[in-house]
């Protein structure tokens, strides 16, 4: 696998090279993806994609779907079926399509009467599905969890998961190096959660823009897996592609005897370590950028404001606005401190909460689940607390736990104990904040609205969410703990290992194996053809929006509660919706969009930086091209939604210099039409003088211009795919066949057979859960 290059090689620079299927010469790379993960919101546009072109997925060996974003976490002992258990109908229908695209396309699916469904960047680890050295995506923006194992590991879109589950290929190209390195002994109270805080309080949520950040160094390497996965999981807040850190025995121990590794001790498992241990950051090779923080300097940190970058060690105060340094800056602190309700110079352990939420993918990992235990171990939550929640990331963490009597513990203390899914992180399911309710969570985002609308979110570790349920307030875990008790420490006790699956015995994976009728090998079956289904893109000339924000969030773009269509349209209306309208539906007159003439916009110029930032959602540029907005302006962009607007036939102009956007504003303001000419690449005033030159990709030029399907294109290289294909069944073995799915001829091209599903319906009464 290694390659002959000499020049001193990343981390990142190693996967990516073993991953590339072929390279055009302007840098687009096909890159072939290993690991795919599916869940039940960003999916079924992708499937109906797939079923309009009569496509197949090329690797149902690869894939691996749950539900989770939308499950209630309320018990399941009754559990029949999701038409039953699931009350809210987008909700069911989104659980429900998942399930018929999983059964119709022969997908190996962990529902909800299956123990081994929960958070899908739990599950992924879990299973031993994400291994070192393997490309990981889903669509969904914290995919990036996965590089806790030296894997390249990112977000992507609903038309790239379509793209995937087609062609198991991605275009893309090369992201920069970036290196943050945290030495040095790490305090006790610390956590990785507070390491990650940190380094976003640093950098910022646009410091990462275009990298894939290595995170390295003494503090990093002697974290636990649990701990690795929620630094990697926030490196999207940190605005980067996907974060990494070297594979070493901790990585490895960690994956002995999942029920997807390779089987411990074989010869599977040397080759494979053999080829992890080399996965490691040349001397000599350089970076982008670099970063260096010394762990002993870290203080347990909360979030005061609405964006992941607002963050003070818990013994600060809420920030003055005028310390800001820029005017744009002073607007969004005073824009957060009112959404948040404080005021500056309160100190942080002054702040009284109403709500816990122990969970999220960032933190609901059994070793979370036991630093946030021994915290409440005996003590009550205070009275003031409305709600305190712990949310198990999957039903395995929640058996594990159990079986520690940590459940008994968080009861005692006052806390529900529920199942596992996405819960109050971003409430698209029935856990969420009432208006004004503060909530002290260890989930990743505190964007306005994020965990319920007017809802008030605090991010910090377990330990300090366990310590904020006692005091009522943000509260110093130091306070509360013993001196000599590090929770960044591993638990003295077994970690979660493979030992509680319920999967590891030849039984179960000969019972999976009997294929059921209709599920025929998908692989390979690739039938080449170019739908040339995409909107082409040339000139536009419209009314042009301003919007002078930086940051803007795909949650601020297009809220939770619309993100449960299965369509890809009519979601104009809910395009910046909380911005854009009161709570009993009638328009706020102040929000430019309310306003003539920018009601009929074509175009948005922000002048900000890091425009839709956070989550992957594809819902986000759907709301904006059914508003009429086809072009977008601004300084830089998050690389999802960048990748998500070109998907659509939409052009997202980067013009980083602010001279010449300010310019563009300016028409913008004055409610003067501008011109975007993709063919000459020029923006024009109404009167076609120029007012900016712009770059583009060629190929992504080439593919709006003539309206190209890019899922087309690639399956035109399906030769290319096929020989990558049957080098990696030879130089990675333990890679085909994996999920529960028949491996047949090891070492030729592979043959793949689709895991049995047992019968479901649409609201029909299933016998048995589903459990496949
Ligand atoms: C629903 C999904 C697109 C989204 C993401 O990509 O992050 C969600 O998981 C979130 O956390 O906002
Ligand atoms: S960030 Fe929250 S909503 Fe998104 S996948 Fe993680 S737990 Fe689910």
């Not at 840098?27 to 999916?43: A, P």
């Not at 010394?294 to 909360?302: G, N, Q, Y």
């Not at 995409?534 to 969030?553: C, H, L, W, Y």
């Not at 049995?756 to 459990?771: D, I, M, S, Y």
Request: charged share 25%; with cysteine; net charge negative.
């Amino acid at each position: 696998m290694p390659s002959a290059d000499r020049k001193p090689r990343t981390l990142y620079d190693k996967v990516f090279q073993d991953h590339i299927v072929h390279e055009r010469d302007d840098g687009t790379i096909l890159l072939y993806i290993d690991r795919h993960l599916v869940h039940e919101v960003t999916s079924p546009q992708a499937f109906e994609g797939l079923r309009n072109a009569k496509r197949n997925v090329r690797r149902p060996d690869c894939t691996l779907a749950t539900t989770d974003h939308n499950v209630p976490t309320t018990p399941r002992k009754n559990f029949k079926n999701v038409g039953q258990f699931v009350e809210e109908a987008d909700s069911r229908t989104q659980c429900l399509t998942l399930e018929e695209n999983v059964k119709a396309f022969g997908l190996t699916y962990f529902g909800l009467g299956d123990k081994r469904q929960g958070i899908v960047h739990i599950i992924g680890p879990e299973q031993g599905f994400t291994l070192p050295g393997t490309t990981v995506v889903c669509g969904d923006s914290h995919t990036s969890t996965h590089g806790a194992f030296g894997a390249l590991a990112f977000g992507i879109g609903t038309s790239e998961v379509e793209h995937v589950l087609a062609t198991q290929t991605l275009i893309t190209k090369r992201s920069k190096n970036m290196r943050i390195r945290v030495d040095g002994a790490i305090p006790p109270g610390v956590s990785s959660k507070d390491i990650i805080l940190h380094a976003i309080g640093v950098i910022g949520t646009a410091g990462g823009t275009g990298a894939v950040i290595e995170y390295c160094g003494s503090a990093i390497r002697g974290l636990s897996m649990e701990a690795r996965m929620s630094i990697c999981n926030m490196s999207i807040e940190a605005g980067a592609r996907a974060g990494m850190i070297a594979p070493d025995e901790t990585t490895f121990k960690y994956l002995q005897g999942r029920p997807l590794a390779p089987k411990f001790d074989s010869q599977e498992w040397m080759k494979a370590v053999k080829y992890w241990s080399s996965l490691k950051t040349d001397e000599g090779a350089t970076f982008d950028e670099d970063v260096f923080i010394d762990a002993k300097e870290i203080i347990p940190t909360v979030s005061w404001g609405t964006s992941p970058q607002d963050v003070v060690p818990i013994t600060g105060v809420v920030p003055n606005t005028d310390d800001f340094p820029t005017e744009p800056a002073r607007d969004s602190a005073r824009r957060a401190l009112e959404y948040m309700g404080l005021t500056p110079g309160t100190p942080m352990e002054n702040i009284e909460i109403d709500k816990v939420f122990i969970g999220s993918c960032t933190n609901s990992r059994i070793e979370d689940l036991r630093a946030a235990a021994r915290i409440v171990d005996g003590k009550k939550i205070a009275l003031n607390i409305k709600r305190a929640m712990v949310v198990p990331g999957s039903g395995l963490v929640k058996k594990q736990a159990e079986s520690e009597g940590l459940d008994k513990t968080f009861i005692d203390a006052g806390f529900e104990w529920r199942e596992a899914g996405c819960s109050m992180c971003l409430g698209m399911n029935p856990d969420i904040l009432s208006p004004k309710e503060r909530c002290a969570s260890t989930s990743n985002r505190n964007f306005e609205g994020r965990q319920g609308a007017g809802g008030r979110t605090h991010l910090m570790s377990p330990v300090m969410a366990a310590a904020a349920a006692i005091v009522g307030k943000l509260a110093d875990v130091r306070k509360l703990v013993d001196e000599n008790v590090s929770p960044a420490k591993a638990h003295p006790k077994v970690q979660l290992g493979p030992e509680v699956s319920d999967t590891d015995t030849d039984d179960d994976l000969e019972r999976l194996l009997d294929l059921p009728e209709h599920s025929q090998p998908h692989a390979n079956s690739a039938t080449a053809s170019s739908s040339g289904g995409q909107p082409k893109f040339s000139t536009v000339r419209g009314i042009a929006v301003p919007m002078e924000r930086s940051n803007v969030d795909t949650d601020a773009i297009i809220p939770k509660q619309f993100l449960k269509t299965i369509k890809r349209t009519g979601l104009g209306t809910a395009l910046f919706y909380a911005l854009r309208f009161n709570e009993d539906g009638t328009e706020k007159p102040d929000f430019v969009l309310n306003k003539e003439p920018y009601r009929h916009a074509k175009i948005l110029v922000v002048t900000g930086p890091n425009f839709g930032c956070g989550s992957s959602r594809e819902h986000a540029p759907w709301a904006l091209l059914d508003f009429g907005v086809t072009c977008i302006i601004a300084p830089s962009y998050a690389d999802i939604f960048f990748n998500n607007t070109f998907k659509n036939g939409m052009l997202p102009l980067a013009i980083p210099d602010q001279n010449t956007l300010l310019k563009i504003a300016e028409e913008a303001k004055a409610g003067r039409e501008i011109e975007v000419d993709l063919p000459n690449q020029r923006v024009n005033d109404a009167s076609g003088n120029k007012l900016a030159d712009f770059e583009v990709e060629e190929f992504r030029k080439h593919c709006l211009v003539n309206g190209l399907d890019d899922i087309g294109l690639t399956m035109q290289m399906d030769d290319k795919i096929r020989s990558f294909e049957d080098r990696r069944s030879i130089d990675t073995p333990w890679l085909d066949g994996s999920g529960y799915l028949k491996r047949s001829n090891r070492n030729g091209p592979v043959k793949v057979e689709a895991a049995p599903v047992p019968k479901t319906n649409r609201g029909e009464l299933l016998e048995e859960p589903l459990e496949w």
